[in-house]
């Protein structure tokens, strides 16, 4: 079992910075690729960015490319997605989920999710 929870979210004008963070718990991180998911108001969940477990290979969805960037530290068991020049688009919630397959592996691939954490971006 791997418990995550996602911090960070909130409330951020558009063009503004906010760093969301996972925490896991259970087993150690450097085992999974990790991955970011978004779900808009009305909308399908959707992948926004993955990471394998060393850090060497990553994913990010066309429309956060060059204003997203994910990170993990392995040995404190916790993953971050670093976003920059928000947009009202990136209102959603985000979930943090992790998977043994690899970068690229798509949603039902995920095993374990956080709870998700709330980000609003206003105009």
């Known amino acids: 079992q791997v418990q995550l929870v996602e911090s960070g979210g909130g409330l951020v004008q558009a063009g503004g910075s906010l760093r969301l963070s996972c925490a896991a718990s259970?087993?150690?991180?450097?085992?999974?690729?990790m991955g970011w998911f978004r779900q808009a108001p009305g909308k399908e969940r959707e992948p926004v960015a993955a990471?394998?477990?060393?850090?060497?290979?990553?994913h990010y969805a066309d429309s956060v490319k060059g204003r997203f960037t994910i990170s993990r530290d392995n040995a404190k068991n916790t993953v971050h997605l670093q976003m920059n020049s928000l947009k009202p688009e990136d209102t959603g919630v985000y979930y943090c989920?992790?998977?043994?397959?690899?970068?690229?592996?798509?949603?039902?691939?995920?095993?374990?999710w956080g709870q998700g954490t709330q980000v609003t971006v206003s105009s």
């Open positions: 989920a992790a998977t043994r397959g690899v970068v690229g592996t798509s949603e039902v691939g995920y095993r374990y």
């Open positions: 259970g087993r150690t991180v450097s085992d999974y690729t």
């Open positions: 990471i394998n477990w060393s850090g060497s290979s990553t």
